[in-house]
């Protein structure tokens, strides 16, 4: 009797087993293995209905997936870790993987000792990459020439996100869109974009080379490189910087007269960074409406005049709308961001820009328009700042109604601070 229970339980687990596997494998392929890729094109944002329409025709690309635990930060306490000229990472040049893993490992655990919830990490420091890429050759700051790969195709970004995860750490990819070159000696690798479509490379009167924000082919480029790190990586967000058009003379009348359809040529330079941040941002949430897409401009897009308590303060800084083209309060207005993180980085008092004043511009308008706001804080100038400035810093920004978080540059001299978060 024994027996034949056992047999007949035998019999029935097997069938149970098949038909089991049988269901797996209609619905693996019902989801998605014959479902065509959807497509999205891009477009010009204009201000005048006269502005022709750029259109970039750009792919969607199935993301990926994945099982990694996602980080959720309600109020940011942030660091950029840079790479460019080896200034937080790596220590120099051609180490070994197992060195990397081991400066890795070390900024992750300083981070985590700091209070740190998110780390602000530089993938794309001039046109190249900290990470695998198929778009971008290996940084010459990792390997020491641009191109080389890393031994065993060791992924740094792959490996910097786990420890991070693991750690209860966010990680967001810092991205340098338009920087070719960082200095002007810099060598391009052969497969590097700038290298095989020069069309879309303009060179400075600082002999530095930059893709052209008005070229369509080098937003196509840029755009490609984003939605490879949200479809490869378990990143929390993609971070653009503060460098838009270059601070030197160059020369874009040829893309200027093509695209320009009426338009004065500092509009059109603006129209054209407008672009790449719309595109960006929806591109983004096409792929993972959970992947976040901020900017960290410079603090001031126009000079403005604000009452803090009894005191009216006008600000004389470096306006980004017209020296570096870059409108970021519109991105805020039509929410192209889910966040922006001006680099407040002057003290409380500074007589061309005080830190209360611009904090306080910035989160009327972020609160307005339902745009978090991260500040940027200069690490940096420890030397330079009284001993509680970092500290009143923190105690304002905290009363603004927006404000969901701090940034501070860079992390070598975030070590040196004392009790930030």
């Known amino acids: 009797m024994l027996r034949k229970f056992i047999s007949f339980f035998i019999i029935f687990f097997i069938c149970v087993m098949f038909v089991s596997t049988g269901i797996n494998a209609f619905l693996k392929t019902d989801k998605g293995d014959t479902s065509p890729q959807s497509k999205i094109e891009s477009e010009t944002i204009t201000d005048t209905p006269q502005q022709q329409t750029v259109t970039n025709e750009t792919e969607i690309l199935p993301a990926l997936s994945n099982n990694s635990k996602k980080i959720v930060v309600n109020t940011v306490q ?73 031994d065993n195709d060791f992924d740094v970004l792959a490996y910097l996100i786990k420890k991070a995860h693991e750690n209860d750490i966010a990680l967001h990819a810092w991205i340098n869109p338009y920087r070719v070159t960082a200095s002007e000696n810099d060598a391009l690798s052969t497969n590097s974009p700038a290298k095989k479509y020069p069309e879309t490379v303009m060179k400075g009167s600082d002999n530095n080379l930059y893709f052209n924000p008005s070229s369509p082919k080098a937003q196509e480029i840029i ?89 009216q303060i006008t600000t004389k800084g470096f306006e980004t709308y017209t020296q570096a083209f870059a409108d970021s309060e519109k991105w805020v207005i039509n929410k192209w961001v ?8 002057w003290a409380i008092g500074d007589e061309r820009a005080s830190f209360d004043a611009v904090a306080y511009h910035w989160s009327k308008l972020t609160d307005k328009h339902g745009v978090k706001l991260y500040i940027g804080h200069a690490a940096y100038k420890r030397d330079e700042f009284k001993a509680d400035e970092y500290t009143k810093q923190l105690i304002f920004a905290k009363t603004l109604p927006a404000y969901k978080g701090s940034i501070f540059f860079t992390y070598s001299d975030l070590l040196k601070l004392e009790n930030v978060f």
């Open 78 to 150: 942030g660091v950029w870790v840079t790479t460019v000229f080896n200034i937080d990472f790596p220590s120099k040049v051609s180490l070994s993987v197992d060195t990397l893993k081991l400066e890795l490992d070390i900024i992750v655990s300083n981070c985590k000792n700091k209070n740190v919830n998110t780390i602000f990490f530089q993938v794309r420091p001039a046109c190249d990459a900290f990470y695998n890429s198929d778009i971008f050759p290996m940084s010459k700051y990792l390997t020491g020439t641009q191109g080389k790969k890393l």
């Open 223 to 311: 755009i490609d490189g984003v939605r490879e790190l949200v479809n490869k990586y378990d990143i929390d967000g993609i971070h653009f910087d503060d460098y838009f058009y270059p601070e030197c003379e160059f020369d874009d009348s040829a893309e200027y007269k093509k695209y320009a359809n009426g338009m004065n040529l500092d509009d059109f330079r603006r129209n054209s960074v407008d672009t790449l941040i719309k595109n960006t941002y929806e591109q983004i949430k096409a792929l993972n409406s959970a992947v976040e897409f901020g900017v960290s401009p410079q603090a001031i897009c126009k000079n403005f005049t604000v009452n803090i308590g009894n005191k």
């Open 338 to 345: 889910d966040y922006i993180c001006p680099q407040i980085y």
